[in-house]
């Protein structure tokens, strides 16, 4: 029953549908239109006929009518017309006929033709008769005088068995043309549909094989047209589908693994504080161990808040001086980075720079830079915040002489939890999704971020905000 309601099926039973619809159109129009035509015809060969011989027959109405001599003229009409012949008078009375045994002389002709051509009117009809079982065409044609006064009739008879003999011959070859039109129609449908829904089941199979859990799936394209542009779209949209599953995954795992290690930590100092009998400095020291861990696991969840936020929320922006911004954002942190031993320079440009920003986001970039550099720069290091304009752009950056980053790893950076040096960072208190936070907010701002680094020679960072239009 399913292949009944394919769509192949019905495609097939479509074109089937059409093209019998077509030819049985045609086939009615052509098979009326040569039966009109072989009517005319027929129906115009007997009135050369009659007209012919009306000539000839009034002098043989005039005065005494001789039945025999009409009949042997109507005889003689009959064979070179091809169909019955009789001659009537002013009243309608047979007085000539080329049927000789069986015939209707001497007696009264009554038919709408006959009335038709008394009143000088000729008048034809085709109707079926009983003697021959045939249908036959019917012409009569009235015998006039000079003035133009009605002095008899010729009625003619013809079979139409030739025309309708003709027809039917006809009939049976558009019938057969019909055959044969639904056969060369329904093979080409068939091959035309399992074109069209071969693509259609594959991505039916597919799309089955990912709602059970296989996202690894791929369909081979071998057309341009809509059904290879789905195939491309499907191809695109496995591919996304399996990254950010993938993706989901690993940062589901990631999370575990970060939430998981400061809580083991929590737990056995925790468990230590209660089994053990320690002198105060060591439970001060266990104490402040256990908060520490308790803010990183804070900090963590405080980051993962805000990347859930910054991918639902849309946000408001409003203009900003980024000079501004940068400048107090640099002494800010001058007595944080002078306790680390590492400098902070603001090169900022002197010309005024205004962006459309969220204030509060901007700086949250620009600190997570600036913490992500500290935490790679050694004492005695530099770092440098700057600005500049470049086309409509305003371009930030963030210098710092550190270890730099491999080459290897420079792809991943903006990833969640991607470390470089992951103890490393650890130490310092990172959660590893501070670069993550930088680019959801740029992309949100309609910029760019991007890195450069040479492994033990520095990293610089940079992100692109669009300049407000003046």
């Known amino acids: ?222 057309s341009s047209d809509e059904i290879g542009r789905l195939a491309e779209q499907f191809n695109i949209m496995a591919k996304r589908l399996n990254y950010y599953t993938s993706n989901l995954k690993k940062f ?54 805000e990347l859930s936020k910054l991918e639902k929320n849309e946000i408001e922006r409003e203009e900003i001086v980024l000079n501004n911004l940068l400048q107090s954002i640099v002494e800010e942190n001058q007595y944080r980075y002078a306790q680390s031993g590492v400098k902070l320079i603001g090169d900022l440009a002197e010309q005024t720079i205004n962006v459309l920003a969220v204030p509060l986001q901007i700086r949250q970039v620009v600190v997570n830079l600036l913490d992500n550099a500290l935490n790679y720069t050694d004492a005695g290091g530099t770092v440098t915040l700057s600005l500049y304009k470049e086309g409509n752009e305003a371009i930030t950056t963030v210098v710092d002489t550190g270890c730099g980053i491999p080459e290897d790893d420079l792809s991943y950076i903006f990833e969640r939890f991607f470390r470089v040096d992951r103890a490393r960072t650890r130490e310092g208190g990172g959660t590893g999704l501070g670069l993550a936070i930088v680019s959801e907010i740029i992309a949100k701002h309609g910029g760019r971020v991007w890195v450069d680094s040479e492994e033990g020679t520095g990293s610089t960072f940079y992100f692109a905000l669009p300049i407000s239009e003046e």
């Open 1 to 222: 029953m399913s292949g009944i309601y394919s769509i192949r099926f019905r495609l097939v039973a479509v074109f089937l549908a059409i093209i019998l619809a077509v030819m049985i159109i045609i086939s009615f129009f052509l098979y009326t239109t040569l039966e009109r035509y072989h009517i005319n015809n027929l129906r115009d060969s007997l009135n050369r006929a009659g007209l012919l011989a009306s000539d000839f027959l009034i002098g043989h109405l005039r005065g005494q009518i001789n039945s025999v001599r009409l009949s042997t003229l109507a005889e003689n009409m009959s064979r070179q017309a091809g169909a019955r012949v009789i001659f009537t008078d002013q009243q309608g009375i047979v007085v000539g006929d080329s049927l000789r045994v069986g015939g209707l002389l001497n007696q009264q002709l009554e038919s709408e033709d006959i009335f038709s051509a008394l009143n000088g009117e000729m008048s034809s009809s085709v109707s079926y008769s009983e003697r021959i079982e045939q249908n036959v065409l019917q012409l009569a044609i009235p015998v006039t005088e000079e003035d133009e006064s009605v002095i008899g009739v010729i009625f003619m008879s013809a079979s139409m068995e030739g025309v309708y003999s003709t027809l039917q011959d006809i009939r049976s070859f558009l019938f057969l043309a019909t055959l044969l039109a639904m056969a060369v129609v329904g093979g080409g449908s068939i091959l035309l549909a399992r074109r069209f829904t071969g693509p259609l089941e594959e991505l039916t199979t597919a799309t089955r094989k990912m709602a059970e859990g296989n996202l690894d799936q791929h369909i081979e394209v071998y």
């Open 252 to 305: 589901a795992a990631d999370v575990a693994h970060e939430v998981r290690t400061p809580l083991a930590t929590m737990s056995l100092l925790t468990k230590s504080l209660k089994e053990h009998d320690m002198e105060p400095e060591q439970q001060k020291e266990f104490i402040e161990d256990l908060d520490n861990e308790l803010e990183r696991l804070v900090a963590l969840v405080n980051d993962l808040l």
